[in-house]
């Protein structure tokens, strides 16, 4: 037996409190309360417009190719560009999770959840079009490196197969950097589960304890995926660009193309993370945690690519003047001038002109023009991308093959069906997990008071906390 | 073996107490934060994480992949395509390049399990010292003890500024 305690072990046992919970748990959980009425409406919506996407692609399945608006030479068309436009959302996400965590940028940790979340699907919507383009879908396992019968394998000298490489890596990695950011928030949501959640987030927690080793292979695991995905960020877009640019088509082949297109995926990124973010502070009240200072500077990153864009338009007209070849010239006078002109002036105005007002701070840090601009901008990049693909497909050199390409109501549906089918995805997320990350938030909360005296921090407290302490 | 939590407002207070421990020959101790805290990273062990070797072995391995099977898949049926040679590593660097990523990021994930030890302990149970305190805003140090260390345990706690001591295990 080994001697008694000096103190009597009874004295040390304590009855369990009433547990202390933190203020940022309360208000960041709390919109994983039960749904309203809108939101089952919103959801309702969404769904049902999915299961009418899908009902029009299994049509086009049957039907073929030529229910889509494709007319020889136009054979991209609004499926390619709505991948595009989808795969650029996605890069504000990573843009946001993984470069400026680098940079220790701290107020990204207010939109880093949402952004990752949106990159995840915003990935999982740009990986269907290859798909539905492709027509005979229950082919698309050819393009994978595969032993097969034919002895064949791919065609690695193509743009298109480094796409695929690049696609489904960024799909991936995303999905790791958003599960990893995750696992701290669902074991703060498991402790405080009821229902049936008490089934899922101990599942998805993994046993997370915060204990010291946990943290310590966490916070190494979140930087070197950071430190993997910022590369890959600008390698995927890049990637896009070149099935472009690596043609001879007038108007694609251009140098400028891969910076010029990772320019407009952060911008497009951001613009939808605005939109995004806007409705959800509002409606769930979380001004404390996003606040203005978060929207200006936001906009900033919309107003620097905003420029970056506009400059890479001038150039690309420029360069086709300066080239002086033919081809090249015509393609971007009717760009501007042709049958597609409506599309490039919406896309030169909503993403060079508008987003130029936010220079004025007044305008940054007032919510519904902020909004409105970054609505306007989502519209532009879309049809950025229908102008580069279409405009430049539908004249290339033989003028006697020229055509003018409408998208048919198949195509319009489909792209219905992608704004839902993303938005389902997010109204699902919102319900289930945490959207603003929630130990990201507390850290600030904890080393502020550890360091309460001191001023003149890295960044102002003020600005990004308001009243919560 | 009695087990002691103290409950801490701040994790500098906690890695402090927990190095000191360490000096006094208390080697069972864990810690339980709710954030990330650099300097709770060091105070039970200083060596940097080995989760960077995984990123390591996986880059390593992805980039090896990457172009050892466009080479050889190119040189298995060789087609010649616009003059080019069949095996040409200038746009094989895209492919070894996102495997690279690929490789990299699941091998990072797998170190995260592996030296985090995740998954942990049982479906929908948790440490019988821990609380979900630990995942507000408060700081757990739990140490194991011989029964005759508890007083002293207790007290170094409390003078460093534990708000509440508690044993769990008796």
Redesign the interface.
């Known amino acids: 037996m080994t001697p008694p305690p000096a103190l009597p072990v009874a004295a040390l046992m304590q009855p369990d409190v009433e547990m202390p919970d933190s203020a940022a748990n309360r208000a960041l959980l709390s919109p994983l309360g039960r749904p309203s009425l809108r939101y089952w409406a919103l959801l309702g919506v969404a769904v049902a417009t999915v299961v009418y996407g899908l009902s029009v692609w299994m049509y086009q399945i049957y039907a073929g190719m030529g229910v889509a608006g494709y007319a020889h030479p136009v054979f991209w068309g609004v499926y390619i560009v709505t991948f595009v436009f989808w795969v650029g959302i996605a890069h504000a996400g990573t843009l946001i999770s993984a470069i400026l965590y680098l940079f220790r940028s701290k107020w990204r940790n207010a939109i880093n959840r949402s952004a990752e979340a949106m990159t995840v699907f915003a990935v999982a919507t740009a990986g269907l079009f290859p798909l539905i383009h492709l027509g005979r879908v229950y082919r698309a396992y050819w393009l994978l490196p595969y032993p097969n019968e034919r002895g064949l394998w791919p065609n690695f000298k193509s743009p298109l197969l480094w796409d695929v490489f690049a696609i489904s890596t960024y799909a991936t990695v995303s999905i790791v950097f958003l599960f990893v950011g995750l696992i701290p928030d669902i074991a703060i949501a498991r402790d405080r589960a009821r229902g049936w959640r008490k089934l899922l987030y101990p599942a998805l927690a993994l046993g997370w304890h915060g204990t010291a080793r946990q943290w310590k292979a966490h916070n190494r695991t979140v930087l070197h995926l950071s430190g993997l995905a910022t590369p890959l960020v600008l390698s995927v877009h890049s990637v896009v660009s070149w099935d472009f640019a690596m043609s001879i088509v007038p108007g694609w082949h251009a140098t400028i193309f891969a910076p010029y297109f990772v320019a407009g995926a952060i911008f497009s990124g951001m613009a939808l993370v605005l939109t995004v973010v806007i409705p959800i502070r509002r409606i769930y009240g979380l001004e404390a945690y996003i606040t203005d200072y978060h929207f200006d500077n936001m906009a900033k990153f919309i107003l620097l690519t905003s420029t970056i864009v506009g400059y890479a338009y001038v150039t690309e007209y420029f360069i086709a003047w300066y080239s002086a070849v033919e081809t090249e010239r015509t393609s971007f006078f009717l760009r501007a001038f042709g049958p597609y002109w409506v599309s490039t002036w919406i896309m030169i105005t909503c993403n060079a002109i508008f987003p130029q007002l936010l220079w004025f701070k007044k305008l940054r840090t007032h919510v519904p023009s902020l909004f409105a601009i970054a609505f306007l901008v989502n519209i532009g990049m879309w049809f950025e991308r229908y102008v580069i693909i279409v405009g430049s497909l539908s004249t290339e050199y033989d003028p006697s093959v020229w055509v003018t390409y409408t998208p048919t109501w198949v195509e319009l549906s489909i792209l219905a069906w992608s704004f839902a089918w993303f938005s389902m995805f997010f109204l699902i997320f919102l319900k289930l997990f945490p959207v603003v990350a929630i130990a990201e938030m507390k850290e600030i909360v904890i080393h502020e008071k550890e360091h309460a005296p001191r001023r003149g921090d890295v960044w102002n407290h003020a600005h990004t906390f308001g009243e919560i302490h | 073996m ?1 087990t ?1 939590v103290g409950v801490f ?4 207070a906690v890695a402090e107490l927990a190095r000191h421990l360490r000096q006094r020959g208390f080697e069972e101790l ?9 300097e ?2 060091r ?3 200083e060596k ?2 080995r ?2 070797i995984f ?1 390591l072995i996986g ?1 390593l391995l992805g980039v090896t992949t990457g172009y050892a ?2 080479v050889w ?2 040189l ?2 060789p ?1 010649m ?2 003059g ?1 040679p069949y095996a ?1 590593v200038a ?2 660097t ?2 070894a ?3 690279t ?2 490789l ?3 091998f ?2 797998l ?2 399990f592996v ?10 149970k ?2 019988p010292a ?9 700081f757990g140090l739990v140490v194991r003890c ?3 260390d ?2 002293e345990v ?1 007290g170094l706690l409390r003078r460093a500024s534990a708000k ?4 769990v295990e ?1």
């Not at chain 2, 864990?30 to 650099?38: A, D, G, Q, R, T």
């Not at chain 2, 985090?116 to 479906?123: M, Q, T």
């Not at chain 2, 821990?130 to 995942?135: A, I, K, L, V, W």
């Open positions: 009695p002691l407002e701040q994790p500098l864990e810690i339980y934060s709710p954030v990330p805290s650099h709770l990273d105070a039970l062990d940097p994480s989760v960077r990123t880059g099977m466009t898949m190119s298995d049926w087609i395509i616009g080019k040409s746009p094989y895209v492919i390049f996102e495997l990523i690929l990299g990021g699941l990072t994930l170190g995260l030296v985090g030890r995740l998954p942990y302990g049982r479906f929908g948790t440490d821990y609380h979900p305190r630990f995942s507000a805003e408060e011989r029964d005759r508890v007083s207790d509440e001591v508690t044993l008796a």
